[in-house]
């Protein structure tokens, strides 16, 4: 089998009054993300390692951010989108493992959540998505409440075929 590793990387500006997007999850908390599409920093990281892992360049390649079509879009549409070019590649899901850094909200009892619904996108089983979060102890941009970011790592497969 051929296998590919991806990494992907997102943060976003949280600014109050906006709705707050995580993991295909909305999030309850006094602050959301800025952003031309939802901001959904989980979802837009696993992207880019889907991307990068294909060999398809970037989440910003796909979607730019000065596309009025993907203004406000559901980050769940754009990973939806996203796996459907890795598929064309001939690849699928092995695993995937990411992280989140925000000082606040705790999102532990969210991570269930956001696992299947990455998930159910990615036509995979909960257990190849692992979802963790930690804080920075207070310290940088998101220690300061100031923004959020995600990293993903993901490896894909290809099934033998020849494409």
Known sequence: ????????????????????????????????????????????????????????RDIGFHF????????????????????????????????????????KPKVKDYIPEMQNAIAAILETDTDNISVKATTTEGLGFEGREEGVSAQAVVILYRDGKIY
């Open 1 to 56: 089998m051929n296998f590919r590793i991806g990494i992907g990387y997102d943060v976003h500006v949280l600014q109050p009054g906006l709705d707050f997007w995580l993991g295909g999850v909305k999030i309850n908390h006094v602050k959301g993300c800025v952003a031309h599409s939802d901001g959904d920093v989980l979802i837009h990281a696993v992207c880019d390692a889907l991307l990068g892992a294909a060999g398809l």
């Open 64 to 103: 730019p951010d000065n596309d009025n079509s993907y203004k406000g879009i559901d980050s769940k549409i754009l990973l939806a989108k996203t796996y459907e070019l890795v598929k064309s590649k001939g690849y699928f899901i092995g695993n995937i493992d990411t992280v989140i850094s925000l000082q």
